[in-house]
């Protein structure tokens, strides 16, 4: 069973700072989905990787597939950043989540 | 901009109770996700469905779970009897790709409280 771990939990950052947050998993996957959970508890997909390097705006996500390891990074990031990035791995159908890392950027 | 939606938004039901939470998926999609996020808690699936059949699904999803596509827009999950640990926020989802390979579009969620 695919266990799927991110870090840190929480990160409070400054307007404008540089922000990456890391997910790593246990065995190969098919594919690694980084969502984005609202406070109001919505959930929005922001990338699907398998392989590379995906960029949409300031938003940049890795996958090390050898590694079992991906990387979200948020460049010049703002309070609307602020929120819950979940790193999500399917093999298959079956989706395994991640715990979340919760944001938070301050003005 | 096409969206999946779910109904009802908020639902509160005695425990022992049937409920039966019904989203409506993108049309053109093929594949169509339930899962469920307990307060304060990771996301877990529950179950996926294609070509009008449980594709996967995993151990929560045992035989008080039902789920079905009923016409050719709706996607509903059943659950028989309610228990007070089936209180969660409850999200659906859908994808256009054959595979599980392709970007999932999630529900605004249905919060069921059973008391």
Redesign the interface.
């Known amino acids: 069973k695919n266990e799927v771990e991110q870090s840190p939990q929480n990160l409070t950052a400054q307007e404008g700072e540089f922000i990456t947050i890391n997910c790593s998993y246990s065995v190969g996957i ?2 690694l ?1 980084w ?1 984005q959970q609202h406070p109001g ?5 922001l990338f ?1 990787l ?1 392989s590379g390097k995906k960029k949409h705006g300031r938003l940049i996500a890795t996958i090390n597939i050898q590694e079992k390891h991906s990387s979200l990074h948020i460049t010049a990031s703002h309070p609307r950043d602020s929120a819950v990035y ?1 790193c ?1 791995v ?1 093999a ?9 890392t919760r944001l938070s950027v301050l003005p | 901009e096409p969206e999946v939606t779910q109904t009802p938004s908020h639902q509160v039901t005695q425990m022992g109770q049937e409920v039966i939470l019904r989203c409506v998926p993108i049309s053109n999609h093929l ?1 169509f ?1 339930w ?1 469920r ?1 307990i307060l304060g808690q ?4 529950l179950v ?1 469905f ?1 070509n009008n059949e449980i ?2 699904k ?1 151990e929560i999803f045992d035989d008080q779970f039902s789920v079905e596509r009923p016409d050719g827009s709706n996607f509903t999950l059943k659950i028989r009897s309610t228990k007070l640990e089936d209180s969660a ?1 409850y ?1 659906c ?1 859908s994808n256009s790709g054959v ?8 529900g ?2 249905t ?1 069921l409280t059973v008391l």
């Open positions: 098919s594919a989905h969502l508890g919505g959930i929005v997909s699907m398998s979940i999500a399917t298959g159908q079956n989706f395994v989540f991640g715990p979340g | 594949y996700y899962y996020q990771k996301v877990e699936f996926s294609y594709s996967e995993s926020m999200f989802a595979l599980s390979y392709n970007e999932q579009f999630f605004p969620g919060r």
